[in-house]
């Protein structure tokens, strides 16, 4: 598990301002002058301030990105529920999304997609955040910050709610229950803390969910929601004494609470020997994990802990990968820290396809994590890891919108100068304080494992107290602070104007867009275009399989070598290949970008392609098929591709089975990668595109030095995908015992990009389902009758020939299948017959406009952009154009293309999930 999971509404919503739902009207505080206000303390261009009410606020202020990031992290998780209420801090985090008196929940969505927000909450042990990215202007920050204030004491927390919601939790719980990792995960959690709250899961349990009471939870929501438990934070391009003047008016009307939040107090004891947990359900894959009861998160150790996760679980450097999946007992590791405000968890997990040993993994496993004593970390493992997390952190400061959300961790562990803290103390650590809090943590008696294990001497690790936080931060002042990059606009035609195009004399095409940035960080991306339909047939396999190897060694460098050069530069480099297609992603810092350039000239020309590495790749890649292919998202999504295929077998376009799948890999050879290379990879057929800061002329120069010669000797010709009208089915697919299922579905469109009605096409898809949580199905299938977490539609429109797609997706309980198509039939059917409003077709104007905006203040996605454009010869002036068009559309333009192309009738749909075992977990209709 590369993450822990934290249970999170993906998009949600927000606003307005003060008018209570109780009985009781809510007291209110006489504003203060934001004159008044001091800075508590300030750090690395963060400065902190306390209103008299309690709250805490946190301004970044960084104008190189035009966007803006407000994050409100109230100190509330599943640690805080009581006996009976599990998942209550979730469920809230949900109803805190259905409005207020000011301002209801359809139109909170409405406010979303209208501004193009990004926005999202999440709930976890310690903390729930709530936070919204979007174009930095003042008139969409003062709505943000009124509608915080305003939900934060004025949600409604109805009954009425709760009902329509009950359904779409219990959803999210079975999308859950279809991950073996995850469910392992919350066993083994269980089984360590036996009496504190980390035992529990965040989502809770479904008796507790399902039966609470509605004045339980209001209850909760007043205990917790209020200006002394929460953490505002705003971070990116805004006016840091407008932004505090705006937080005093809206928050600084809410009076202190006078109730007192009292201490939790639960700890468990000592682990007084090994635990065992076993799992048993259907699935392809194995998993053997282990956990460690740690500190919590403000403790010193914590450092050297997430140093030590580095070293045993890092891929390829760590020492779990090269005892496991170098000697294919595993086909992966993982090893993660759950830093928390109290004692929590070292867990380290091995995936295990069918055949290999769980005993052997495990034996192994264990060796590794408790003989640390017997083989000491090394200074090159310290090193290496260090400098890894050093990256990391700098990554963090450098997107303030990831920033403003990244302090709610270290929020929720304490003090969010804790961000600061660990990362010095990461800086300052020794091999002898690693090696120390390895041998102490990394116990027999303190793992929880799958079995137990008497000993006549046991051992015992004493979790130390956490410390006073206080006096850890009190007098920190933190590092020099990252210099800011500059008030970049980044409308098409000022992009254009700053983007410098030019070819090389072999073809290849060059986008440098220059400019100064957070941290001179820049980014990249590279466009490799191989062969034809001819060439390329029966090679999609040695195609995809080619381009992942590329970063597995090269020239004289181990795949190991290659890591570590990459952090050595601050650098990040991703490789993806399929269909002919190679995709290069790139990033690193002005100082290193022209060594990075070169590593990746040894990378893509000179791969070694190690035959060990080979067959890593080759068991990760069966072992991954063989866990998706009972899961409900990949069955339905194969038979989607499969159904009404034209091509024959061996085409790139042609769709395997999943057994023809698992036989041509098991065919493939390492001695068949070089031959492929030689022939078809080359520049002359390249794009590529920086994005950032760097030297324009200097990095022309090397690029034709590196790139300049290279000619692949097998011609190129973009592979064609024409037109095919639907034949219209129904497909149901069984998959036994996974408690969520998928519904996937999709219509042909004789539409290119450049169409005269692809605008309003566009604007038809946003309103039907591709607008989050404000669209015509989330509205029907999630708000109204919470049968679907997460329902949508999208709209791929193709840039080269007329032949787009139009698809649907849902996730459902297996019980509901029925209701599930009913609801889609009647509310596509009413968007056909009826067609759209002028207040939709505006609103959805208005968010795609702005959501693009914020997509082109990210350099990585705008560089990506650049560079599919050279291929299109277009530039950002065929965007403006395409955003002209969008801001013309009227609603008679809208309703015509849907009546003229969207044609249920036509529709090919696919059902996956457990429908024979439906009646054992049927979710109850909604009660009128």
């Known amino acids: 598990m590369k993450q822990i999971r934290k249970w999170c509404l993906t998009g949600a919503g927000c606003f307005l301002l003060?008018?209570?739902?109780?009985?009781?009207p809510v007291q209110v505080a006489e504003p203060v002058a934001a004159a008044a206000l001091g800075k508590i303390a300030s750090v690395e261009g963060i400065d902190e301030y306390v209103l008299p009410n309690g709250l805490q606020v946190l301004l970044a202020p960084d104008a190189s990105k035009p966007t803006t990031t407000v994050n409100i992290t109230y100190k509330v998780g599943s640690r805080m529920e009581n006996y009976g209420e599990t998942g209550m801090a979730h469920l809230l985090e949900h109803l805190m999304f259905k409005g207020t008196p000011n301002l209801p929940g359809k139109t909170i969505v409405q406010e979303f997609a209208r501004r193009g927000m990004q926005f999202n909450g999440s709930t976890f042990y310690d903390r729930t955040n709530y936070h919204e990215t979007f174009?930095?202007?003042?008139?969409?920050?003062?709505?943000?910050?009124?509608?915080?204030?305003?939900?934060?004491?004025?949600?409604?927390?109805a009954r009425s709610d709760l009902d329509s919601e009950m359904t779409?939790?219990?959803?999210?719980?079975?999308?859950?229950?279809?991950?073996?990792?995850?469910?392992?995960?919350?066993?083994?959690?269980?089984?360590?803390f036996q009496w504190h709250s980390y035992g529990k899961s965040t989502i809770g349990a479904r008796s507790d969910v399902e039966n609470v009471r509605i004045?339980?939870?209001?209850?909760?929501?007043?205990?917790?929601?209020?200006?002394?438990?929460?953490?505002?934070?705003?971070?990116g391009k805004f006016d840091p004494k407008a932004t505090l003047n705006a937080i005093q008016r809206y928050f600084g009307v809410i009076a202190r609470p006078s109730r007192v939040l009292q201490p939790s107090y639960t700890r468990d004891p000592a682990?007084?020997?090994?635990?065992?947990?076993?799992?048993?359900r259907v699935g392809d894959s194995q998993l053997v994990g282990a956990l460690y009861h740690v500190p919590a998160g403000p403790h010193p150790d914590m450092a050297a802990l997430q140093v030590l996760a580095f070293i045993l679980?890092?891929?390829?450097?760590?020492?779990?990968?090269?005892?496991?999946?170098?000697?294919?007992?595993?086909?992966?590791?993982?090893?993660?820290?759950?830093?928390?405000?109290?004692?929590?968890?070292?867990?380290?997990?091995?995936?295990?396809?069918k055949t290999q040993s769980r005993e052997a993994a495990r034996r192994v496993l264990l060796a590794q994590l408790e003989g640390l004593r017997q083989h000491p970390i090394t200074a090159a493992e310290l090193q290496r890891a260090k400098l890894a997390l050093r990256n990391n952190y700098e990554q963090v400061l450098r997107d303030p919108a990831h920033f403003g959300v990244a302090l709610s961790e270290s929020i929720a562990t304490g003090d969010w100068r804790l961000f600061f803290i660990e990362r010095d103390r990461v800086e300052a650590l020794t091999l002898a304080d690693v090696q120390r809090v390895a041998e102490h943590y990394l116990l027999e008696s303190n793992r929880t494992l799958g079995q137990f294990i008497p000993t006549e001497k046991p051992q015992r690790a004493v979790i130390p107290d956490t410390p006073d936080i206080q006096a850890t931060v009190s007098a920190y002042k933190g590092q020099a602070a990252l210099a800011e990059g500059e008030n970049f606009d980044p409308s098409p035609v000022n992009i254009d104007a700053r983007t410098l195009r030019s070819e090389l004399a072999n073809g290849m095409r060059i986008a440098l867009l220059p400019k100064s940035t957070r941290g001179q960080t820049v980014k990249g991306s590279m466009i490799l275009r191989l062969g034809d339909e001819h060439t390329l047939k029966g090679k999609a396999n040695l195609s995809s399989f080619t381009a992942a190897m590329l970063t597995r060694g090269a020239g004289k460098l181990t795949r190991q070598q290659i890591a570590d050069k990459l952090e050595a530069l601050h650098a990040q480099l991703d490789i993806s290949g399929q269909n002919g297609v190679v995709t290069v992603a790139f990033e690193t810092r002005r100082e290193q970008l022209a060594e990075l350039l070169v590593l990746m000239r040894d990378v893509l020309r000179n791969p070694s392609f190690p035959a060990a590495e080979f067959e890593q790749l080759r068991d990760q890649t069966l072992t991954a098929i063989e866990e998706q292919r009972k899961q409900p998202e990949s069955l339905a999504g194969r038979a989607l591709a499969r159904y009404d295929n034209p091509y024959p077998k061996g085409d790139v376009r042609y769709a395997p089975t999943v057994e023809e799948d698992l036989a041509a890999i098991k065919t493939l050879r390492v001695t068949e990668l070089k031959p492929f290379h030689a022939a078809f990879y080359g520049a002359d057929h390249a794009q590529l595109a920086l994005v950032g800061d760097f030297d324009a002329k200097a990095v022309s120069t090397q690029i034709q030095q590196l790139f300049g010669n290279w000619q692949a000797r097998q011609p190129f010709a973009r592979i064609a995908t024409p037109f095919r009208e639907n034949k219209p089915t129904e497909l149901k697919i069984e998959a036994p015992e996974k408690a969520n299922a998928f519904f996937t579905g999709g219509l042909a469109l004789p539409v290119k990009d450049d169409a005269a009605e692809a605008p309003a096409l566009i604007i038809a898809n946003r309103i039907l389902g591709g607008g989050s949580l404000k669209s015509r199905l989330a509205d029907r299938l999630r708000q109204k009758e919470g049968l679907s977490y997460g329902v949508g539609s999208y709209l791929r429109l193709d840039a080269y020939e007329p032949s787009s797609t139009l698809g649907l997706y849902a996730i459902y309980a297996p019980g509901n299948l029925e209701r599930l198509k009913l609801a889609l039939q009647e509310e596509i059917g009413r968007f056909v017959r009826e067609g759209v409003t002028e207040q939709e077709v505006a609103e959805a104007r208005s968010g795609l406009i702005q959501a693009a905006q914020v997509g082109r203040s990210q350099d990585g996605n705008l560089a990506r952009t650049l560079a599919v454009q050279l291929f299109q010869q277009r530039n950002m002036a065929f965007v403006q154009a395409q955003e002209e068009k969008l801001k013309t559309v009227s609603v008679e333009d809208v309703n015509a293309v849907i009546r003229k192309y969207i044609k249920p009738e036509q529709l090919v749909s696919v059902f996956a999930g457990d429908f024979a075992g439906a009646g054992k977990t049927t979710t109850p209709a909604k009660a009128d």
């Open 18 to 24: 003060m008018s209570s739902v109780w009985a009781e």
């Open 135 to 157: 174009n930095a202007n003042d008139e969409s920050l003062e709505w943000a910050l009124r509608m915080e204030a305003d939900r934060m004491v004025n949600s409604f927390i």
């Open 168 to 192: 779409v939790v219990r959803n999210e719980m079975e999308s859950g229950e279809n991950n073996p990792g995850g469910i392992l995960w919350q066993k083994m959690m269980a089984a360590a």
């Open 215 to 235: 004045e339980n939870l209001q209850a909760f929501y007043r205990l917790y929601y209020q200006p002394d438990n929460a953490v505002l934070v705003v971070a």
């Open 271 to 280: 682990q007084d020997g090994a635990r065992e947990v076993t799992l048993a």
């Open 313 to 353: 679980g890092d891929e390829p450097s760590g020492r779990l990968h090269k005892a496991l999946v170098e000697k294919k007992l595993a086909s992966s590791v993982d090893v993660d820290v759950l830093s928390l405000h109290e004692p929590g968890a070292l867990i380290a997990f091995v995936g295990l396809n």
